[in-house]
């Protein structure tokens, strides 16, 4: 008799621990997520006042405090060399990623990046072959050939899942933002890194401050890439290719 009755107020201590914990779940308020959007500033062209193209851009946001969301998991992306071109030009990815380099081209390509987000080359490498890069950290790499001048690719590698490539219409949006307080990044192509930096703020987030406003980009910078060994490209150095 005694066991069945402690075998009774142990079962009810289980069974009210278990209600105590549904209603703590019940009751702790779900977190508030809201879609937020910016704008990039067109550029005008200072003699015809015509609008310009917008360069490609990315906006992320870096969380200032912890959020529950996790970030986004590592994967398998493709950059393709083709008709002396990468496909595609720009390419987010998150941390950890890791990228294939494919020549579709019937002829040689050296794939090859000095910048600070992930320095690799890969060497000379025939048609029909590919080459892989781990991008172990975040950062924003410049991607070039040593053999074409005019290839190049940027890839960016993030930490966060919260960022919002502009559309053709300058359009930035990232969906399901949790409330809070965020770092804003801001990348965009032929920018200086020192005028990108000064673009960097902490926004706060929620369902009143969705909207980030206009994102100007300045004025592009016209300095020419250099090859894989800091110096200038020869003119049709190899114009069999």
């Given amino acids: 008799m005694a066991r069945s009755r402690f075998a009774d107020f142990f079962a009810s201590v289980l069974l009210l621990a278990g209600a105590a914990g549904l209603y703590a779940q019940a009751s702790q308020p779900e977190e508030h997520r809201v879609e937020v959007t910016a704008r990039l500033a067109p550029e005008q062209d200072g003699n015809a006042k015509r609008t310009k193209q917008h360069p490609p851009a990315v906006i992320w946001l870096n969380p200032v405090f912890p959020h529950t969301f996790p970030a986004a998991a590592p994967g398998k992306f493709t950059l393709t060399q083709k008709n002396k071109m990468f496909t595609p030009h720009l390419l987010v990815v998150p941390v950890g990623s890791t990228v294939a380099f494919p020549n579709a081209d019937p002829f040689f390509h050296n794939v090859f990046s000095l910048f600070d987000g992930r320095r690799f080359d890969l060497g000379l490498y025939e048609a029909g072959s590919s080459r892989s890069v781990t991008f172990s950290r975040e950062g924003v790499s410049y991607i070039f050939c040593d053999i074409h ?61 969705a909207y980030l406003g206009e994102i100007r980009s300045g004025r592009p910078d016209a300095t020419q890439h250099l090859n894989k060994f800091g110096k200038p490209y020869e003119p049709d150095a190899h114009p069999i290719y």
């Fill in 149 to 209: 001048a005019e290839m190049s690719a940027v890839v960016i590698a993030l930490a966060t899942p919260l960022y919002g490539q502009a559309d053709a219409e300058g359009l930035f949006d990232i969906q399901n933002v949790p409330d809070g307080e965020y770092d804003l990044h801001v990348w965009i192509e032929g920018r200086k890194q020192n005028e990108l930096d000064r673009l960097t703020r902490r926004v706060h987030i929620d369902a009143g401050s």
